[in-house]
T-cell receptor
Framework: AQTVTQSQPEMSVQEAETVTLSCTYD???????LFWYKQPPSRQMILVIR??????QNATENRFSVNFQKAAKSFSLKISDSQLGDAAMYFC?????????FGTGTSLTVIP | EPEVTQTPSHQVTQMGQEVILRCVPI?????FYWYRQILGQKVEFLVS????????KSEIFDDQFSVERPDGSNFTLKIRSTKLEDSAMYFC?????????????FGNGTRLTVT
């Protein structure tokens, strides 16, 4: 069974600092996709970053980057130069076929 | 930027009643989804829909649930006889291509409270 685990229900970071949100997953598949979604207080989920499992290079989107360790089934999100607008719930998600599996989320607080 | 729109934002209903949750996906998207998140729990997949039919559904999506695209714009989720455990946030999503090729766009969600 595919599962996604986010072991940090809450995290906080000082503005302008760097924070890493952890995510591990369990799968027997070799082809899949991993995502980080941000869910601000307005509740709409926004895609932050995606990673194809067949790509070894870690995905990067501006201040957001991932550390994808396929053998360890780990997919952490690093947010650099944290901004107040980064405060949100972050969901890690695994996708294969036509189904998504989400973690329970990490609530990120940014301290001014 | 085009958005997925969900109405209502909050729906309160009595146990045993039927509810219809409405979604307007982004206009050029072809794939549609419903997810739900029970308070404090993970987001759960319910169903995906393509070419006017269900392409995938989870074990949660039993006979009490149905989806429909009644016209060219709306995508609805109907719960025939609501139960207390149906209380959750329901998210609609759409994508231009199959979700592995293009990102999902989610709506703001409908909070369903069954009393």
């Amino acid at each position: 069974a595919q599962t996604v685990t986010q072991s940090q229900p809450e995290m906080s970071v000082q503005e302008a600092e760097t924070v890493t949100l952890s995510c591990t997953y369990d799968t027997s598949e070799s082809d899949y996709y991993l995502f980080w979604y941000k869910q601000p207080p307005s509740r709409q989920m926004i895609l932050v970053i995606r990673q194809e499992a067949y790509k070894q290079q870690n995905a990067t989107e501006n201040r957001f980057s991932v550390n994808f360790q396929k053998a360890a089934k780990s997919f952490s999100l690093k947010i650099s130069d944290s901004q107040l607008g980064d405060a949100a719930m972050y969901f890690c998600a695994y996708h294969t076929g036509n189904q998504f599996y989400f973690g329970t989320g990490t609530s990120l607080t940014v301290i001014p | 930027e085009p958005e997925v729109t969900q109405t209502p934002s909050h729906q309160v209903t009595q146990m045993g009643q039927e509810v219809i949750l409405r979604c307007v996906p982004i206009s050029n998207h072809l794939y549609f989804y419903w997810y739900r998140q029970i308070l404090g729990q993970k987001v759960e997949f319910l169903v995906s829909f393509y070419n006017n039919e269900i392409s995938e559904k989870s074990e949660i999506f039993d006979d009490q649930f149905s989806v429909e695209r009644p016209d060219g714009s709306n995508f609805t989720l109907k719960i025939r006889s609501t139960k207390l455990e149906d209380s959750a946030m329901y998210f609609c999503a759409s994508s231009e291509l199959a979700a592995e090729y293009s990102p999902l766009h989610f709506g703001n969600g409908t909070r369903l409270t069954v009393t």
